[in-house]
């Protein structure tokens, strides 16, 4: 069979599988899938009843300010620095980010409608905890964890030294290969309330997918 620009072979068996090539195309293969080919000068297929892998993305943000008297909690792991920061909870910002995240992608809400700050449960709770739940959550529709991609935003203290073992720390949490977690610093060239030391911000990006 030939459509514009493209060969198709289709291979006997049980599975039938049909490989698309084409000059400018990567080639691709479907399986067990039902091919349907319209007329026209631009071709078109679609595949019916075929198993393919359901993915979604997600987006997480999250600040919190720096004050004294606190601990530094930051991807699971408490930093020594001279500051910590303010929440109901250990007001780990980068796992926050990354549970809304979580939850966005699986279009659950917020880590504020699963774990309020009004509730006596999370008071002074390790983020940790929140993260495994987050987890479990989404499992609740047959998700589970792709991969996430975090950015922490801070002047102080200087984060990079410390990431191998936040990566290890929440891989570990969320029960996922190191290599699926990867955590950036920067900092905001001294501009804003991050650059004054006021607070710090983190975003997060995931992808969730289910069978």
């Given at each position: 069979m030939k459509t514009q620009n493209s060969k198709f072979k289709i291979a006997n068996g049980n599975n039938s599988k049909l490989k698309i090539q084409n000059s400018k195309l990567p080639a691709a293969t479907i399986q067990n899938s039902k091919l349907k080919i319209a007329n026209g000068n631009n071709s078109k297929f679609k595949t019916q009843n075929s198993k393919f892998m359901k993915i979604r993305t997600g987006f997480g943000y999250d600040v919190h300010k720096l004050v004294e008297g606190r601990d530094l909690w930051l991807g699971g792991i408490k930093l020594d620095y001279e500051l910590g920061l303010l929440g109901h909870s250990d007001a780990d910002v980068l796992i926050h980010a990354i549970?809304?995240?979580?939850?966005?992608?699986?279009?659950?809400?917020?880590?504020?409608?699963?774990?309020?700050?009004?509730?006596?449960?999370?008071?002074?709770?390790?983020?940790?905890?929140?993260?495994?739940?987050?987890?479990?959550?989404?499992?609740?529709?047959?998700?589970?964890?792709?991969?996430?991609?975090?950015?922490?935003?801070?002047?102080?203290?200087?984060?990079?030294?410390?990431?191998?073992?936040?990566?290890?720390?929440?891989?570990?949490?969320?029960?996922?290969?190191?290599?699926?977690?990867?955590?950036?610093?920067?900092?905001?060239?001294?501009?804003?309330?991050?650059?004054?030391?006021?607070?710090i911000s983190a975003y997060a990006t995931v992808l969730i997918e289910k069978d």
């Open positions: 549970c809304d995240a979580l939850l966005g992608a699986a279009n659950m809400r917020d880590i504020g409608y699963h774990f309020p700050d009004t509730s006596a449960e999370t008071l002074n709770v390790d983020s940790k905890i929140l993260l495994r739940k987050t987890i479990q959550l989404i499992a609740t529709k047959g998700y589970r964890l792709g991969n996430v991609d975090a950015t922490v935003c801070a002047e102080r203290p200087k984060l990079n030294p410390h990431i191998p073992e936040m990566q290890r720390c929440l891989a570990e949490v969320m029960n996922t290969d190191i290599d699926n977690v990867s955590i950036k610093a920067t900092t905001t060239e001294r501009l804003g309330f991050t650059g004054r030391m006021e607070g």
